[in-house]
C-alpha cells in the first residue's frame, strides 16, 4: 500500500515539473516599432474610408441621373438602378467594417500609450519592462493580468475585423485608385497583425497554463481519492480478517 502511494506521488510530482518547463514562456512582445505602426496602419484605414466615402456618393450620383431620365428603357434604368444600389450597399457594409476597425485600431494605439507611459515611469527598457511584467502576469499579478488581457482583446478584436476587411474587398470591384488604397492599406495591417501575434501568444500561454494547471489539480485530486479508497478497503479487509480469528 505504501508503495502504491508512493508512486502515485512520484507520478504527480513528475507531471508538475513537465508542466512547468513545458509553459515557461519568455516575453518576446517589442514595442519599439509598433506604436507607430499602429498609427500609420489606422490613417491607411481613415484613408480607405474617404475613398469609400466618395465612391458612394459617385454612386449615388449615377442613381440620381437614372432616377431623373426620361429618355431610357424604363425595364433597362431598374436594372442599372437596382445593380448600382447592390453596389452601394456592399460599399457602405464595407465601410462600416472599416470604420469599426479605425475604431479598433485607435484603441490599440491608447493602449500602447498607456504602456508606454509606465515604462518611462518605471525607468527601465522596453524589452526590460514587458519581461518583469510578462513575469508578473504568469504569478498570477492583477495589474498585469489586466494589461496583457485588455491589449489582448483589443487586438485580436482587430485581426478579426481585418479578416472581415479582407473578405468583403474580394466582393467590390473597386476604381483603380480605391484599389490602390486597399493594397497599401492591406500593407500595414499585415504588419500590425504579424506584431499582434506575439501579444496574442502571451495570453494564450497563461491561459493554456491555467487550463493545464487546473487538469494537473483534477487529476491529484482524483488520485488522492483513489489512494483513499484503496486505504479504506484495505483496513476493511484489515478489520474482516481480525474479527475473523478465533477468540482466546
Known amino acids: 500500500m505504501k508503495m502504491k502511494c508512493l508512486r502515485i506521488a512520484t507520478l504527480v510530482?513528475?507531471?508538475?515539473?513537465?508542466?512547468?518547463?513545458?509553459?515557461?514562456?519568455?516575453?518576446?512582445?517589442?514595442?519599439?516599432?509598433?506604436?507607430?505602426?499602429?498609427?500609420?496602419?489606422?490613417?491607411?484605414?481613415?484613408?480607405?474610408?474617404?475613398?469609400?466615402?466618395?465612391?458612394?456618393?459617385?454612386?449615388?450620383?449615377?442613381?440620381?441621373?437614372?432616377?431623373?431620365s426620361t429618355v431610357l428603357n424604363p425595364t433597362a434604368m431598374k436594372a442599372q438602378l437596382s445593380e448600382i444600389s447592390g453596389?452601394?450597399?456592399?460599399?457602405?457594409?464595407?465601410?462600416?467594417?472599416?470604420?469599426?476597425?479605425?475604431?479598433?485600431?485607435?484603441?490599440?494605439?491608447?493602449?500602447?500609450?498607456?504602456?508606454?507611459?509606465?515604462?518611462?515611469?518605471?525607468?527601465?527598457?522596453?524589452?526590460?519592462?514587458?519581461?518583469?511584467?510578462?513575469?508578473?502576469?504568469?504569478?498570477?499579478?492583477?495589474?498585469?493580468?489586466?494589461?496583457?488581457?485588455?491589449?489582448?482583446?483589443?487586438?485580436?478584436?482587430?485581426?478579426?475585423?481585418?479578416q472581415r476587411r479582407a473578405e468583403l474587398q474580394a466582393q467590390l470591384a473597386l476604381t483603380p485608385t480605391a484599389q490602390a488604397t486597399a493594397t497599401l492599406t492591406t500593407h500595414y495591417l499585415d504588419i500590425v497583425s504579424s506584431q499582434n501575434a506575439d501579444l496574442i501568444q502571451m495570453t494564450a500561454a497563461r491561459q493554456q497554463a491555467d487550463a493545464q494547471d487546473r487538469s494537473l489539480a483534477n487529476s491529484q485530486q482524483q488520485a488522492k481519492m483513489q489512494a483513499m479508497q484503496s486505504f479504506t478497503t484495505q483496513q476493511d479487509v484489515e478489520r474482516a480478517q481480525f474479527n475473523a480469528l478465533p477468540s482466546n
Open 13 to 68: 510530482a513528475m507531471v508538475t515539473l513537465t508542466t512547468q518547463s513545458t509553459y515557461a514562456w519568455d516575453v518576446v512582445f517589442d514595442p519599439s516599432n509598433y506604436a507607430q505602426n499602429v498609427v500609420t496602419a489606422a490613417k491607411a484605414v481613415k484613408g480607405e474610408i474617404y475613398q469609400d466615402t466618395n465612391l458612394v456618393y459617385q454612386y449615388q450620383m449615377e442613381a440620381n441621373q437614372l432616377l431623373q
Open 87 to 162: 453596389d452601394i450597399a456592399q460599399i457602405n457594409q464595407y465601410r462600416d467594417t472599416l470604420t469599426q476597425l479605425y475604431g479598433s485600431l485607435q484603441q490599440g494605439s491608447a493602449w500602447l500609450g498607456q504602456a508606454q507611459t509606465l515604462i518611462s515611469s518605471s525607468g527601465k527598457s522596453p524589452t526590460q519592462w514587458y519581461s518583469d511584467m510578462n513575469a508578473l502576469y504568469n504569478q498570477g499579478n492583477s495589474v498585469a493580468t489586466n494589461l496583457f488581457q485588455t491589449g489582448n482583446n483589443v487586438f485580436s478584436h482587430s485581426q478579426q475585423l481585418a
